[in-house]
Nanobody, 125 residues
Framework: QVQLVESGGGLVQPGGSLRLSCAAS????????MGWYRQTPGNQRELVAA???????NDADSVKGRFTISRDNAKNTVYLQMSSLKPEDTAVYYC???????????????????WGQGTQVTVSS
């Protein structure tokens, strides 16, 4: 089976930093895009930043200059370095993998728009 395992969330003061990690486990062949989304109660999940296997990045205007997404293709892991955190960055952060190919036994399978379980980030003094 395939899993996206997130880590690195927590409580941080305004202006502080956190680093989120998301590792895809299983017999992974390839992952097209990996990214981070966030959601607050009563609101839709929104893109924070995403990166393709080739390194192309798409990020939200609200995080430009503060958050950096990176990826280690060999480890099937995506990172989100968050700096200059603000209270409005408080949310549950979800890892996303799009067009993930993997082996289940001898069968080649795909997952599209696949989500991790989420990790809470709270920015508060």
């Amino acid at each position: 089976q395939v899993q996206l395992v997130e880590s690195g969330g927590g409580l941080v003061q305004p202006g502080g930093s956190l680093r989120l990690s998301c590792a895809a486990s299983g017999t992974i062949i390839s992952i097209n895009a990996m990214g981070w989304y966030r959601q607050t109660p009563g609101n839709q999940r929104e893109l924070v930043a995403a990166i393709t296997s080739a390194g192309s990045i798409n990020d939200a205007d609200s995080v430009k200059g503060r958050f950096t997404i990176s990826r280690d293709n060999a480890k099937n892991t995506v990172y989100l370095q968050m700096s200059s955190l603000k209270p409005e960055d408080t949310a549950v952060y979800y890892c996303n993998a799009d067009r993930l190919s993997y082996y289940s036994g001898s069968s080649l399978r795909y997952k599209f728009n696949y989500w991790g379980q989420g990790t809470q980030v709270t920015v508060s003094s």
